[in-house]
């Protein structure tokens, strides 16, 4: 049986490629740290270090029109290559997506025996993600619920009054400051970054951290204007 995949926001089918094995799972693993401790009779001490490993896919990918397989082939190379949504998921499991770093294509096998297979790799993030993710508009001091696994790192888009103020966001009890801004406002908590309706770079700006967001109930209210508060939690699954 051949079976399709999701990636870069085309289904493989459309360009004429399946999956002709079965796709194996990777465990999402984090990195342990073993620490020998001299006369401890259980061994060495396990530390968690908080990291993950990035994970990866090989795939074998049959294409269907072996007449034009060079054709075939440059255009998957493209699609697989300029990537501009970089979610991959797979038909039988839609709900969550793996965050695809970049693709290896390694070479076509067997084109003479009407069995043209393109081996690939698919380089991941270590977690597992929501496939379809949207802005939520809030109001102060709002209850945000976030069921990830681990912390989150939330983008978040402010609609600001034209004078220039001062505006406080506070999650947890945890602050970020931002001096003199206005009309709008994006912080990106995944590429540690802070932009202008220019998309021009304000980090500057800030005092404090980065929003996070833990699993649960997170409390986040502000001080200062703003028109519309809009935030993208970004929900991270280990499986």
Not at 11 to 23: A, H, L, R, Y
Not at 99 to 125: M, P, Q, W, Y
Request: charge should be negative; proline fraction near 3%; aromatic fraction near 12%.
């Amino acid at each position: 049986m051949i079976n399709s995949f999701w990636f870069n926001g085309r289904n493989s089918f459309s360009f004429g490629i399946g999956i002709i094995d079965k796709v194996d799972y990777p465990v999402i693993q984090e990195e342990i740290e073993l620490i020998p401790v001299e006369g401890r009779r259980k061994g060495s001490l396990t530390r968690k270090t908080g990291n993950y490993k990035d994970i990866q896919f090989d795939l074998n990918l049959k294409i269907f029109d072996i007449k034009r397989y060079k054709d075939r082939q440059r255009e998957v190379n493209l699609w697989l290559n300029n990537i501009k949504d970089n979610r991959l998921f797979f038909d039988d499991y839609r709900e969550k997506c793996y965050k695809v770093k970049n693709v290896i294509c390694d070479k076509i096998s067997d084109e003479k025996h009407a069995n043209a297979v393109l081996e690939t790799t698919f380089n991941c993030e270590p977690f597992l993600y929501k496939t379809e993710e949207y802005w939520e508009t809030i109001t102060n001091n709002y209850d945000l619920f976030y069921k990830g696994d681990l912390e989150g790192s939330p983008n978040i888009k402010l609609t600001l009054p034209s004078s220039n103020q001062n505006i406080s966001i506070i999650i947890n009890g945890e602050e970020l400051q931002l001096k003199s801004v206005n009309d709008y406002v994006y912080i990106d908590s995944e590429l540690i970054e802070i932009l202008d309706k220019n998309n021009q770079s304000i980090s500057k700006k800030m005092i404090g951290d980065f929003p996070v967001l833990k699993n649960g109930y997170n409390k986040i209210s502000w001080a200062g204007t703003i028109n519309k508060f809009e935030i993208l939690s970004n929900t991270i699954f280990v499986g």
